[in-house]
């Protein structure tokens, strides 16, 4: 169960992934979507059991969750369910319609973003004393509940007691007239027998059946079953035997078949710690199974070239510290390295074009990454909250970056957007606290008005005009606005 439920608008993901980190690692546990919902769970339900299950709903409230009919929904099962409502305000948007009736009379916490303080240790505090409150009222509610159903208890037992003292009142009197009926004069009962006329019953004949025949008869039915079943063990038995001297005969073939059938695939020093498909031809890598924790994925497996990795391969695994890719894979797939803490060292290759959704994301020891020319897309959530990147190369190929691919890489000090670049999505990178300057190249077709929100200390350039974190002007401009 979870301390905090944390409700947000996906525009706000940056900044709530952002204190999420920050109270686990004051000791509260959080639910935040969609990092706790289990893939293939239905949306919907795990929301509403997590919100139920929470002690907090902590609600990131701006002009995006105003607009967010699922913050709307969160805070009203809320409601319904009694959880404590926290708002945090980040912006000047007063409250209506809905949040104007679930918020009034909440406590409300207001921050300014422009300012760099979040009021962490205020709100964690709250949130003790929060839970602290709502433990101490489960135990008198826990002790009241006892305090009725004992109560109950005696009152059940009462009336119990009370019906057996009625039933035995019932069976007593009932006993009295029984004696009474009883009491009649002899006279009275000698004239009733004598009233009543005897029924003669004449007993009818016993006829004596000789058993015998049908005895005998049986007994030879169980003899010739008895020898029927004997014959059919000693089949059964002669049938198994030539089975097993067949198998015997043939077992030096198998051997050399199984052998010959996977003869090779080994052969290479780490092979075997991977389990992989061949699909038209080439292999593709399905799971990691050794211990190693500075993993090197083959070029090939027996004679087939290695081309493609399984999503989620090393999913939060946080034992693995390096990995070397081969030569020949086009894609980093999705949650491929997902949560890998420890990860601090990975060799992407020239053949990779795409890296996926959500590839590195939360791999918070990754330090530096190069992308080659090749790489052109770089997906929702890439390296989200890589909180230990310090430098970051891309290379000169690249047309899209995706959603929140950065965000919260509290450490990027630098960044050079190649020319190639066409898009830059929402929250791209957002709260990348330490990013002074970016330029945006004169080629860029789309770019979110949020791609920098949270980068309090950024200068934007383009062309010859310099913005703040908030691009909404050169958004206008580029849309023609």
Not at 72 to 97: C, F, M, Q, S, V
Not at 382 to 396: E, P, R, Y
Not at 421 to 445: K, V
């Amino acid at each position: 169960m979870a301390n905090i439920f944390i409700s947000h608008s996906t525009l706000d993901k940056g900044l709530a992934d952002y204190l999420c980190n920050a109270f686990e690692e004051r000791g509260l546990s959080c639910w935040i979507a969609p990092r706790d919902i289990v893939p293939g769970a239905e949306w919907a339900v795990s929301i509403t059991n997590a919100i139920a299950q929470a002690d907090v709903l902590f609600v990131l409230y701006s002009k995006n969750s105003v607009k967010s009919t699922q913050v709307t929904k969160e805070i009203g099962i809320a409601d319904r369910k009694g959880k404590y409502i926290l708002p945090y305000k980040i912006d000047d948007t007063e409250p209506e319609g809905a949040f104007d009736y679930y918020l009034t009379g909440c406590q409300w916490v207001v921050v300014d973003p422009t300012l760099g303080d979040y009021k962490i240790d205020e709100l964690c505090e709250i949130i003790h004393t929060i839970i602290k409150e709502r433990t101490s009222k489960a135990a008198e509610d826990l002790k009241e509940k006892e305090k009725q159903e004992a109560e109950a208890l005696k009152e059940k037992e009462k009336q119990e007691a009370e019906a057996l003292k009625e039933k035995e009142n019932k069976e007593a009197e009932a006993i009295k007239e029984l004696e009474k009926i009883e009491s009649l004069s002899v006279e009275t009962k000698a004239d009733a027998v004598v009233k009543a006329k005897p029924i003669e019953r004449q007993s009818a004949p016993v006829k004596k059946i000789n058993n015998s025949a049908a005895k005998k008869e049986r007994k030879k039915l169980l003899v010739g079953g008895g020898i029927l079943l004997a014959v059919l063990c000693l089949l059964v038995v002669g049938i198994l035997s030539a089975v097993l001297l067949i198998k015997k005969i043939n077992a030096g073939d198998t051997e050399k078949a199984d052998q010959s059938g996977f003869a090779g695939i080994f052969d290479n020093a780490n092979e075997d710690d991977f389990e992989y498909e061949i699909v038209n031809g080439n292999v593709t890598i399905t799971e990691y199974t050794g211990v190693d924790t500075d993993v090197v994925i083959p070029d090939e497996i027996d004679g087939y070239a290695v081309k493609a990795l399984s999503e989620k391969l090393f999913y939060c695994d946080s034992d693995i510290t390096s990995v070397v890719l081969p030569d020949g894979i086009t894609e980093i797939p999705k949650f491929a390295f997902y949560k890998c803490t420890s990860l601090s060292s990975v060799s992407i290759p020239d053949s990779v074009v795409i890296i996926g959704e959500h590839s590195f994301e939360g791999c918070t020891s990754l330090s530096k990454v190069v992308l080659s020319d090749n790489v052109n897309i770089i997906d929702d959530f890439a390296f989200n909250n890589c909180t230990g990147m310090t430098k970051l190369t891309l290379g000169t190929g690249i047309t899209a970056i995706g959603n929140y691919a950065f965000a919260t890489c509290t450490e990027l000090t630098e960044i050079q957007l190649p020319d190639s670049l066409n898009s830059i999505g929402s929250m791209a990178f957002a709260y990348c606290e330490n990013i002074t300057e970016i330029t945006i190249p004169e080629n860029i077709l789309t770019i979110s008005d949020s791609a920098f929100s949270g980068c309090f200390a950024i200068t934007v350039y383009y062309k010859n005009n310099t913005y703040s974190y908030d691009i909404s002007d050169l958004v206008s401009e580029l849309n023609g606005n």
